[in-house]
């Protein structure tokens, strides 16, 4: 859950890490990317605890049952953003010339 929260700004430092992403180019593609890699990332950890604790017997149900809200959490956020996107190209897609 932590690295869900680390990713997302806090109030009013959005502008800053936009225009920062802006000026570089590629700054969508950018932050697409590393969702992607937020998402794969919680998505290991939580992997890895449950092989941990099954296999190996190391840390309990909680933490795994932790680790995959959180990787299902971050799985749906993308999914929203993806939404959101996708429905803002479509918009924009049907406004005249």
Do not use: C, W
């Amino acid at each position: 859950m932590n690295v869900l929260l680390q990713s997302i700004p806090a109030p009013g430092m959005e502008s800053a890490s936009v225009a920062t992403r802006g000026s570089g180019g590629g700054g969508f593609a950018d932050a697409i990317g590393a969702a992607i890699a937020n998402v794969e990332t919680t998505q290991s950890q939580a992997q890895v605890a449950a092989s941990d604790l099954l296999v190996h017997g190391n840390g309990d149900v909680h933490t795994v049952a932790l680790a995959a809200q959180s990787a299902e959490l971050s799985l749906e956020l993308f999914q929203q953003v993806r939404n959101k996107f996708v429905s803002a190209y479509q918009e924009i897609m049907k406004m005249p010339m």
